[in-house]
T-cell receptor
Framework: DGGITQSPKYLFRKEGQNVTLSCEQN?????MYWYRQDPGQGLRLIYY???????QKGDIAEGYSVSREKKESFPLTVTSAQKNPTAFYLC?????????????FGPGTRLTVL | DQQVKQNSPSLSVQEGRISILNCDYT??????FLWYKKYPAEGPTFLIS?????DKNEDGRFTVFLNKSAKHLSLHIVPSQPGDSAVYFC?????????????FGQGTILTVHP
């Protein structure tokens, strides 16, 4: 079964702690993305990666970091510098990074900062 | 600057009737449009897309209409079913975007009553 997995589904963090969200895909997709969703808002792009060992900032990258050491994995670290980290985080992938490819999403991770 | 807008936060429809979800955009560079469906605490799932060279695309009960002059697209669901109750996001992509960035609207909550 091809798809995107994210773990954990729910994550709690104390203020001042860094936390890493996992994203794995077995779709053999080249491009991967991280979005954040807040209540009543659309999805906003945090980081994206077109190929292994390359990634670029999206619209709201401050306070986040990523790595892309393997094609199938794109973990996101929420650092203590992120001022308002409580949100629903979604990972996505697409066959390549061209504008005519739909993105497929994982089930999401809800992060709550206590 | 909200480049993709879904001005109706919610829509309520009777089972068997038509659901019409609307989306407006401001960026004339957008040339590919998508609709996603999202259940609570899950990732969005791709529904249907349309490129700017078309004005209509149909897939089963779902039809997307694009009016380029008005910068407006709509999703028609006929007939509506209770299982269609979800949040619907429209998204747009611009030509020349090297990484296939999607810009999302805020979403419309559709409720289909039995």
């Amino acid at each position: 079964d091809g798809g995107i997995t994210q773990s954990p589904k729910y994550l709690f963090r104390k203020e001042g702690q860094n936390v890493t969200l996992s994203c794995e895909q077995n779709l053999n997709h080249d491009a991967m993305y991280w979005y954040r969703q807040d209540p009543g808002q659309g999805l906003r792009l945090i980081y994206y990666s077109q190929i292994v060992n390359d990634f670029q900032k999206g619209d709201i990258a401050e306070g986040y970091s990523v790595s892309r050491e393997k094609k199938e994995s794109f973990p996101l670290t929420v650092t203590s510098a992120q001022k308002n980290p409580t949100a629903f985080y979604l990972c996505a992938s697409s066959r390549n990074s061209g504008s005519y490819n739909e993105q497929f999403f994982g089930p999401g991770t809800r992060l709550t900062v206590l | 600057d909200q480049q993709v807008k879904q001005n109706s936060p919610s829509l309520s429809v009777q089972e068997g009737r038509i659901s019409i979800l609307n989306c407006d955009y401001t960026n004339s560079m957008f040339d590919y449009f998508l609709w996603y469906k999202k259940y609570p605490a899950e990732g969005p799932t791709f529904l249907i897309s349309i490129s700017s060279i078309k004005d209509k695309n149909e897939d089963g009960r779902f039809t997307v209409f694009l009016n380029k002059s008005a910068k407006h697209l709509s999703l028609h669901i006929v007939p509506s079913q209770p299982g269609d109750s979800a949040v619907y996001f429209c998204a747009a992509s611009a030509r020349g975007t090297s990484y296939g960035k999607l810009t999302f609207g805020q979403g419309t909550i559709l409720t289909v009553h039995p």
